[in-house]
């Protein structure tokens, strides 16, 4: 038995699922997750020594890499400053001014403490600035774990008659929810129609990376822009995994489409809990102490986690260039992969857009949350333990995103794609 074992089994009886957050723990590959000590570049060190190459990424906030020098030295400095002071600093300043400098149609920003944080408040927001209720959210997008977001479809498109997907999710809550499908207008429209005048708003994942990686089909946004433009709701970009990774701008800079509320995390922290929801000056002007939308938070805007996000974003900002190396790591990424499969003769579907891609062990292509769920999961799992041994460590789960760094160069990508040729080929 390992240490990673050893620690997992003591961490079972102290945390839920020996864990801080589910997907850690590697049920879906089934298997005692690695306890790391330390990370560099685009390698993790578990507790027994062994090295790997990481596309997880702590789940998308080192774009740049581990331990990058420009953020741990920034980080650094502020430390010795003190950890907290529950009062404006100039930081909170800055980074607002980065992020409105960056984003398309940001014109103020609200920091929080966590993407869930975000989107929770964002939603409270759209509610608060349309005096309506209901919300629309997609089948398979994942917007954090705040009440009203977990949700199951219910039986029939147009009906309010969703299910919470967690326990202790009041039923009255949910109901205010809908759930249309990913790339299919037309269900958003009828649930337009059927609840006229009464959406807040929609919130999308512009890129779904949380069931796997699913893109947007060409019009799709655009058509959600157009149809809340029509019905009076607001169009919520959840960023908190594409914000500062499709583009410096994100979403709405990379497909050309505007958003009323956009919600930042993962990224705009550096590897410190930070999230942000921002927007117009008119929506934002309605949160509190400007307006009637209340939200606070006691280490909101911490000092240290600024640093880390201002020179996280400010490297971005400063080395445009950075995306196009990124998006052609991941080319070659899924190019290699594609040709390991076919080589092997297993039926694999490889979607990518940028630094975000996602394998699915299926012949069809995969373009909703459907397709995405006939992968064949227990390849999925056999595929990830096949290259945990080899020294590479992927998402523990298939419906999440591998995500690429600017510390990924040639040698990790042949190690990777040596690797995966072994692994397809003993599936
Ligand atoms: C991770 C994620 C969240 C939740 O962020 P946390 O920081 O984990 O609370 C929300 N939305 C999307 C799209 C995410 O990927």
Redesign the pocket.
């Given at each position: 038995m390992g240490r990673s074992e050893e620690l997992f089994e003591q961490a079972c009886r102290l945390l839920p699922g020996g864990v801080n957050s589910p997907v850690r723990a590697y049920r879906a590959v089934g298997m005692a997750p690695r306890f790391i000590t330390r990370a560099d570049g685009a390698y993790l060190w578990d507790e027994d020594g062994r090295r790997y190459i990481d596309y997880v990424c702590s789940?998308?906030p080192m774009i740049l890499g581990h331990n990058h020098p420009v953020i741990r030295e920034a980080v650094e400095r502020a430390v010795k400053d003190g950890l907290s002071f529950g009062a404006p600093t100039r930081r909170e300043v800055e980074i607002a001014r980065l992020i409105t400098e960056m984003v398309p149609h940001v014109e103020m920003v609200r920091m929080v403490n966590?993407?869930?944080?975000a989107?929770m408040s964002a939603v409270r927001l759209a509610r608060g600035a349309t005096g309506r209720d209901k919300i629309i959210k997609f089948e398979g997008?994942?917007?954090?774990?705040s009440d009203c977001l977990l949700v199951n479809a219910g039986s029939s498109a147009l009906a309010d008659d969703g299910r919470p997907s967690s326990a202790g999710v009041p039923q009255d809550i949910v109901r205010h929810t809908l759930t249309a499908r990913f790339n299919d207008l037309a269900s958003v429209e009828a649930l337009i129609d059927a609840w006229p005048g009464q959406i807040a708003c929609v919130i999308v994942?512009p890129v779904a990376?949380?069931m796997g990686v699913v893109g947007p089909a060409p019009g799709f946004l655009q058509g959600l822009r157009d149809l809340c433009d029509r019905s009076g709701a607001l169009l919520i970009f959840?960023e908190?995994?594409t914000g500062f990774r499709l583009a410096p701008g994100g979403a709405q800079q990379y497909f050309g489409v505007r958003a009323d509320l956009v919600?930042f995390?993962?990224i705009i922290g550096g590897g410190m809990p930070v999230?942000a929801y921002c927007g117009s000056r008119a929506l934002m002007e309605q949160v509190a102490p400007c307006g009637p939308v209340y939200q606070a938070g006691t280490l909101s805007g911490n000092p240290v986690a600024m640093a880390a996000g201002l020179a996280q974003l400010g490297y971005l900002r400063d080395h445009p260039d950075l995306y196009d190396r990124l998006a052609e790591t991941g080319r070659q990424l899924a190019d290699g992969l594609r040709a390991a499969a076919k080589e092997a003769g297993t039926a694999v579907t490889i979607n990518q857009i940028g630094s975000l891609l996602a394998p699915f062990f299926t012949p069809d292509a995969v373009t909703t949350f459907t397709d995405a769920k006939g992968s064949d999961l227990g390849r999925y799992a056999r595929y990830f333990r096949g290259m945990l041994e080899r020294g590479i460590a992927l998402a523990p789960a298939q419906f999440e995103a591998m995500f690429v760094s600017a510390a990924h160069g040639q040698m990790e990508i042949g190690a990777t794609l040596a690797a995966a040729r072994e692994v397809l080929r003993a599936l």
């Open positions: 789940w998308g966590s993407g869930t944080e989107v997008c994942y917007h954090g774990h994942e990376a949380n959840d908190v995994i919600t995390g993962k999230g």
